[in-house]
Structures are given as C-alpha cells and as structure tokens.
C-alpha cells in the first residue's frame, strides 16, 4: 500500500496595495499555523525516539565510552507503534503523545487508555 495524497494551489495574484504576490504571502499574518503546530509534536516525537537510541547506545560502552556490548540493538519507527527498540531479541513498543500543555493531565484511567493512547498500545501488544 502506497501514500495517497493529493496536492492542491491557488496563485496569488499582486494585492490592492501593489505588493508583489511573494510580499503578500511574506509580510501578512496566517490566520492559523496548524502546519507549524503539527510539525512540532512530529519533531517533538523524533526527539524522544533519538533519546531511547542514544539510550541503547550509552546502554553498549564500558565506563571509560568504549563500545562493549555485541547487542544487536536499533529503533524501529512508525511500525506497529510510532516506535519500537529492538534489542537481543526484545521488543519495547513506544507510543508517543504529544498534546502541549493546554490538554492538561489525563484524570481517569479511560482517558489515558483512549486518549492517552495505551489501550491502542497495549492492543498492539497483544497483536504480537
């Protein structure tokens, strides 16, 4: 199964004002920035999965930094859940969620399985 996505434009043509087009789109303020906002927690989520690799790697040196550990160790992302470590043969499925802080604390046990997503998580598991 491939990505189906689609794509769509609209020119911008120079403004009342005479400003080009390009200084249009340059000097006015978007009415909203859910790109950005989006972009964001997918950085946020790349962040984390870099930190539990770095973790399986500082998890592989001695004390004085050299590489001991033979492990077979690696993240695997976005594959069953937005990633998963793999080491020796073991598996830690991580799901990460990223809602800022106006979501606020999850205040019962069905909002962290719902929205929290650890009933998906653990319906992965299960799967395995």
Not at 53 to 68: A, I, M, N, P, W
């Amino acid at each position: 199964m491939g990505n189906h996505g689609w794509l769509c434009g609209w020119r911008l043509q120079a403004g009342e004002s005479g400003a080009s087009a390009a200084e249009l789109v340059v000097t006015e303020a978007p009415p909203d920035d859910a790109g950005a906002r989006t972009a964001d927690q997918y950085e946020w989520q790349a962040v984390m999965a870099a930190a539990d690799g770095l973790r399986l790697y500082l998890d592989s040196l001695d004390v004085s930094g050299k590489l001991v550990s033979p492990d077979d160790c690696r993240v695997l992302c976005e594959r069953h859940e937005d990633w998963v470590m793999l080491r020796d043969g073991d598996a830690e499925l991580v799901s990460a969620k990223h809602w800022g802080l106006s979501f606020g604390a999850y205040t019962t046990l069905n909002s962290l399985a719902d929205d929290g997503g650890v009933g998906h998580l653990y319906g992965r598991w299960l799967a395995m």
